[in-house]
């Protein structure tokens, strides 16, 4: 898994961001799904605040949308 960081785009911003909080949620969280699903919404919220949503798809958007709303409403509080 350690060789997959080799890949990130560390002078892309909107990568490395969603990169660092999906492995830090994974790490923290220890569970994979929720770790994912932290790295979509940080994508979609960067992409976002950095005016980069011509680069977004609309199958981006609504992955980053549906993970937004099960970390709202699906996770156990």
Known sequence: ???AVKEIEFYDLTESVSAFVTIV????????D???T???VA???V???TRGFKELNSGAVM???LCLIYCMFGLPH
Do not use: P, Q
């Open 1 to 3: 898994m350690v060789r």
């Open 25 to 32: 949620m994974m790490l923290f969280i220890d569970n994979i």
């Open 34 to 36: 929720n770790g994912l």
């Open 38 to 40: 932290a790295g979509l």
């Open 43 to 45: 994508y979609l919220v």
């Open 47 to 49: 992409k976002l605040a």
């Open 63 to 65: 992955c980053g949308l």
